[in-house]
């Protein structure tokens, strides 16, 4: 038994195991390294349609590092669902803070670790296999939790903002991104999406501001973008299109088809006004200082 986005029990199979899965297959490796952006695998920031997906997706990682309070060599952050360590390298090459790559895909974190050393970045940046659901790092040790288009992927969306809350030094930083459900979709609407990725709902953006709230963070700013949501989606099945039978020799004509019904119901999904997507960024309060005041 498990918890789904709004802390109900569910039957669902462990969402976890089947990312972990996912992501560890080959199709998928080959997939996201050659279609979805490269070392970058989110939703990227766009200024055009036909923009570079790396490009948009790693505008993304600046965009949101210069929303935190500036970064420095002491800084430590912590990537929750960290895919191939992208945001790391961008943090700690331009900053030298230490990052903490979190990623339940050891097929991933093989190729973080490998463009790690290729970038002269390993003592920098730690690689660790863990769930998000239950980080393997001690409390209280980090100043910055980053996640990108990772945290729907858990069946307990609540074990991870308690792990974010645990993990987070006081008045420590929480920015995030996640594929979200609207506050109006109607029920039953985004099944086909849930079906995919096997559970029974997305977050959403009052989901996650009242669920931080309750954890004594504050909210610094929400930025919503659905419509670099959409384009998104929609410029990776262009592109999986374009290139469809070198992507069906790297990945299996299967993965490919699956994978393009399943972008094209996020277009859909985002142009009903079903989907939400935006940048969320949090602090922690200090216990202490409150009690103070």
Not at 16 to 29: C, F, G, H, T
Not at 132 to 142: G, I, L, M, T
Not at 213 to 240: C, K, N, Q, S
Not at 254 to 264: A, P, S
Request: glycine share 6%; charged share 30%; hydrophobic share 35%.
């Amino acid at each position: 038994m498990t918890k789904d986005g709004e802390g109900k029990m569910t039957e669902k199979p462990d969402a976890v195991a089947i990312a972990e899965e996912y992501y560890d297959s080959s199709p998928a490796i080959e997939f996201y390294r050659n279609v979805w952006g490269g070392e970058d695998i989110h939703i990227g920031l766009y200024r055009n349609e036909d923009e570079n997906i790396g490009e948009a997706s790693r505008r993304t990682v600046a965009n949101m590092a210069q929303r935190l309070s500036p970064l420095e060599p002491t800084s430590r952050v912590i990537d929750l669902g960290a895919g191939f360590g992208g945001s790391a390298r961008y943090l700690a090459s331009n900053f030298g803070c230490r990052v903490t790559c979190v990623n339940v895909s050891d097929e991933q974190n093989a190729l973080n670790r490998e463009m790690n050393a290729e970038a002269g970045l390993s003592e920098l940046i730690d690689v660790v296999h863990g769930s998000f659901e239950e980080v393997p790092q001690p409390a209280r040790s980090f100043d910055v939790a980053w996640s990108q288009d990772a945290i729907l992927h858990s069946a307990d969306r609540d074990a991870v903002l308690n792990e974010v809350q645990r993990l987070l030094k006081p008045e420590g930083e929480f920015i995030f991104t996640d594929p979200m459900q609207s506050e109006d979709c109607p029920p039953d609407v985004l099944q086909p999406i849930l079906d995919r990725i096997h559970l029974e709902t997305l977050g959403s953006i009052e989901f996650y501001r009242d669920s931080l709230v309750e954890r004594d963070f504050e909210e610094v700013a929400t930025i919503e973008h659905l419509d670099d949501m959409r384009m998104h989606y929609a410029r990776v099945g262009e592109e999986l299109r374009e290139n469809y039978d070198e992507i069906c020799e790297l990945s299996g004509n299967e993965y490919v088809e699956n994978m393009l019904r399943g972008l094209d119901h996020w277009v859909d999904g985002a142009d009903n006004g079903f989907l939400a997507w935006a940048i969320m960024h949090f602090q922690k309060n200090d216990p202490e200082v409150a009690e103070t005041l």
